[in-house]
């Protein structure tokens, strides 16, 4: 049997919660760190194989 290396891209959507005083300000808030907030949800909605590549007996791409 053989072994491939598939190189995949995904396309992620999330959910987090921002304090702020308007939507205009949550927005900024978010675009200025979107790491400082927890993820309340996220889920995958599309994904596709981007590359594959055989490997050889020592595991390195051919």
Same mark, same amino acid.
């Given at each position: 049997?053989?072994?491939?290396? %598939?190189?995949? *891209? +995904?396309? /992620?959507?999330?959910?987090? =919660?921002?304090? *702020?005083?308007?939507? !205009?300000?949550?927005?900024?808030? *978010?675009?200025? !760190?979107? /790491? !400082?907030?927890?993820?309340?949800? +996220?889920?995958?909605? +599309?994904?596709?194989? !981007?590359? %594959?590549?055989?490997?050889? =007996?020592?595991?390195? *791409?051919?």
């Amino acid at each position: 049997m053989k072994s491939y290396l %598939i190189e995949c *891209a +995904e396309i /992620n959507y999330f959910t987090i =919660e921002v304090d *702020a005083e308007d939507e !205009n300000q949550a927005r900024d808030l *978010a675009k200025e !760190n979107i /790491n !400082n907030f927890e993820v309340i949800d +996220e889920w995958v909605s +599309e994904w596709d194989i !981007n590359d %594959i590549k055989e490997l050889d =007996e020592d595991g390195c *791409a051919i």
